[in-house]
Each structure stands twice: as structure tokens, then as C-alpha cells.
């Protein structure tokens, strides 16, 4: 029987992000990750798309291979943007005559808009059936096929500008992650180019891109491992091709299937015996006569009566064997729901382990950061604090002497100094009227500390 393989071309959506979506997303039958992609809407959604492609949450890349672009998918897509709008940007910002209408950073904006700012595509070709036994070296050869649907994709459309292409081989199947910008041209608001997911990739033309790119993968998987395998029928309303024999538990529940069969073709044997000595025995009854000195009995031979309990036992050992088909099947049936429900359990806690360890991550490096920020605030606290407390005990030492010159000792250069920072408003009214009047009662700090002390020491006795 000829070869065929699945093949899956995945574009990130912002519907992923719905409850049933994600569930289908982490739980991708083939065994990878291939349809977890979300739509990438602003900085952090880019940055998590690097944590998650360059496998940066666990430093294990010997596995993962950058086909196209650097190990920073961030930066990608900045160059990306900077390559390509940078100059749509300048000649807009020369028709503002308002500076506030001007665009600084077009990356920038976009990630402040509603927009997406970048597309993510996955590529995957062949199951986890076809891929569970076969070597590295194997594997790798999928490197050529997958750097051939890079440039089979700048072709099919030119418009999407790939910043990064990464090739996981960490996981069941090998499969792409293509990172990109969405351009569209000739815009008559804003910026002449901008970027533009919904009018590059709608329901037709996702369609049309979709073929074009399978046909164009079948052949380069041909040629590179000199084989004549075909693709599966895409399926109807599904950007994906993936069947039951994808399930994690598949071979088992095969060898069971297997079992099934056999039990049914004995059973469908037994079934076509008792056909033929069904006709046997009405034959048998049909020939049957009447007894000569008995009308109400009939004549029977040894051999017919046999024939008769023979008949008998085969249909008790089909019966039998029936039933034990169908609670076989019942049992498989309950098997399989099972353990598609266990593999999708253990997905979804993979993956949102790998998440939760991802934004752990980012808390801790924010913690770092803010712990250190606080450290610094802390001892700037202690600086201020010590220069206010220096200024007080000045002013209070200031204020004193005014008032010792100017209410015991009468020195009219001191009146006439304290009533200009007056009128300066240098000193204020409770200020002003510490100097002129000896009533008020004002302490140097040393007089307050010498105060505490004797505080605590009167406290003691």
C-alpha cells in the first residue's frame, strides 16, 4: 500500500486564545506542539514566541535548528521592521506639521495598537505514527525539505517578510516554527506600508496557500529522501491534517483492534456454518414422515438428530463468541476515550507548566530588578535624611541666634536682616515671629538629644 503522510500548516490566531481553542491547541494529536500558536500582538507575545521556538526557558537547543535569522527572534523582527517601513515613516512624518501626530518607532506603535505585529506559521509534515521509529539521521533530513518550504513561501507570498525560521526536532514530529511581518503597500491613511495580517492572509487566501504550500512539500520530501510517498486528503474546514492513528496510545490500542478483528473473522466463519446447516437441518425437518401408528409423531434418523445437536452447539459457540466481540469493543471504546482524555491531561499540565516556569522567570528577573531599585531609594532615603536632618539643625540654630540678637541683645543689623528675608519671604510667619519674640521657645538639636538623654536616664531610676 502507497505512503501517505499528514500535513499540517498552522497560522496563529487570536482565537487560539479562547477556552476550546487552547484545548485543542496543547493538545495536538500528532504528539508536538504545532498548534499552539497565537496570534503575536505586542512585545511580550514576540518575547514568549522566542522563549518558546528557541527553547530558552531550558537552554536545551542541541535539538532545535535556526534555518533562517539569528537566535534572537526579537531582534528579527525589529530588523524586519526597520528594513521595511523605515522609510515609509520618514515620508510620513514629513507631512506632519504637528509633532504630536509624528511616528518615533513604528514597531513601537504597532505594539500599542490592536493590531498583530508579527505572524507565526507552523509547518509539519508526517505523524507521530510515521516519525516514532525512525533515527536522527533521518529526522534531520527534513532540515533540506523545511528550508525549501522557507523559499517556497517567499514566493507563494511575497508579501509576508520571514524575520526567523526554527526547526524543532525536540519533539514527536519535526516541524517549523516561521516567524514574520504581514506587509501591505500604497495604504491612503497613515504610513504608505504598514503591517496588514487580515488583508495577506484571508479565509481564500489562506486556502489557495495552504495547497500551494502542501503540493510544494510532498516533492521536496520526494526528492530528498528519493521515496514516491503522497500527501493525505487535506480535511475539510481544518488548516491540518491529523487522523486516530496519531494518538499518543495508538499502538496499543492497534494491537487490541488487531485482537478484534481476529475474534470477528472467526466469528463471521462460524456465522457462514450456521448458514449452511441452517438450510441443512429445515431440510432435514421438511423430509421428516409421519409415524405409521402414530400420526402426531415423525420419523427421525440417528444421523439427523446428530446433525441436529451439532447445529445446536455451533450456535452456542458463535453466541458466545459474538458476545465476547462486543465487550471487546465496549472495552476498547472505553480505552480509547480514556487514554486520549490521560495524553491530553498530561499535554495541557506540560505545557502550562512551561508557561507558568516562563513567567516565573520573568517575575524573578522583575524582582531582581525592583529589589535593586528599592536598595538604591533606600539609601538615597538615608542620604536625604541626613542632609534635612544637618538643614534643621541649621535652622534651628539660625532662628536661635536671631532671637538672642535680636531680643536680648537688641542688634538692629539682625532686626534689619530677619525683617528683609521677611519681606523676601525667605523666612515665614512662624519663622519671622521666632526671631522677634524671646517667648518662643526654640531648641538647637544637641539640646533635644541632651533632653532624651535625660529622659532615659530619669526613666532608669
Known sequence: M?????YSFHLGSDKNKSKLAKKVAKENLSGTTSLSNNAIQNAKDLSDVNKHNLRDYDNQRELIRTIYGTNDIVNDVKQVYLDEFEKAR???????TREDRK????????????????CEIIIELGDMDFWNDKDNEYRLKM???????????????????????TIHFDETSPHMHIVGVPIIENCTRGM???????????????TEIQDKMRNACIKSFNKFYDIDFKLKEKQKGRNQDINVNEMGNYRKIKKQLEQKEQKLEKANKQTKKLDTDSANINEILDNLKLMLMNKNNMVISSEDVQKIKDFTKDVKDTT??????????????DFEHSAFEISQENRSLKYEIELKNNEIGSLKKELSTKDKIISKLQAEKEKIKQELQKFKGFWCSLMK??????????????????DDLYKNSILDDNDNEIANNVKRKIKTLDEIANLKDKKKNDTRF
Do not use: W
Open 90 to 96: 520618514l515620508e510620513y512624518n514629513q507631512k506632519q
Open 192 to 206: 504608505k506600508k504598514q503591517v496588514g495580517k487580515s488583508k495577506i492572509f484571508t479565509k481564500t487566501s489562506l
Open 320 to 333: 458466545k463468541t459474538i458476545r465476547s466481540v462486543n465487550e471487546l469493543n465496549m472495552a476498547i471504546r
Open 2 to 6: 502507497e505512503q501517505e503522510l499528514a
Open 143 to 165: 532540515i533540506d525539505v523545511y528550508n525549501e518550504q522557507v523559499k517556497d513561501l517567499i514566493k507563494v507570498v511575497p508579501t509576508f517578510k520571514i524575520a526567523n525560521a
Open 401 to 418: 541666634q536671631f532671637q538672642n540678637k535680636i531680643g536680648f541683645e537688641k542688634n538692629e543689623h539682625y532686626k534689619y536682616v530677619s
Open 103 to 118: 511616528i518615533e518607532d513604528y514597531f513601537k506603535k504597532v505594539c500599542d495598537s490592536q493590531n498583530d505585529i508579527a
